[in-house]
């Protein structure tokens, strides 16, 4: 199974104060951070969805993976998973692709590999943190049309994964699945 990596970072933050793609972790920025854990969980590709201050990003972050520019940024999440799938769509030796946020700085390696260890063609797989879903979001090649055309606004995969049978795979004892929302969530 080739299963793809997708970064949604397209987003403007203002809760946070700022494009949240931008925001210094360690030694780079949260979007480098995010792209790399996938990197090294063993995705085949990854694909980075920019938007708000996308050039800025890419000057801070040269060595980002494939990037695509969603256009439609200000609409939410939705159009960012729109065009991320639509930029893998071509690639036909790809099974799955799993989804990270680039807020959820907590997701490690290991989770990813648990989540794409289900990875299929037909596969929908959540992460799990004590009986709560979240990230990573594994989604199989056979649903990427429908979860495009489900994805609206900030709602991005969620009411398509609510209508289907979705396996939820524990990773709480190995990620982290809180989300960024204001810049002291990051010293919590």
Partial sequence: MKTAGLVLAAGAGRRYGMAKA???YRSGILVQHVAGTLHRA???RTVVVLGARAEEVLAQAPDLPET?????WPTGMGSSLRAGLAALTP??????AVVLLVDMPGVSPEAVRRITAHAGADALVMGGYQGRRGHPVLLGRDHWAGVA??????RGA?????AHEVLVVDVGDVADGADLDHPGDLDA
């Fill in 68 to 72: 695509v520019l969603n256009p439609d």
């Fill in 42 to 44: 063993g995705c085949a």
């Fill in 158 to 162: 969620r009411d398509y994964l609510r």
């Fill in 91 to 96: 690639d036909s030796s790809l099974d799955a």
């Fill in 22 to 24: 931008l925001v210094p």
């Fill in 149 to 154: 055309a489900s994805a609206t606004g900030d």
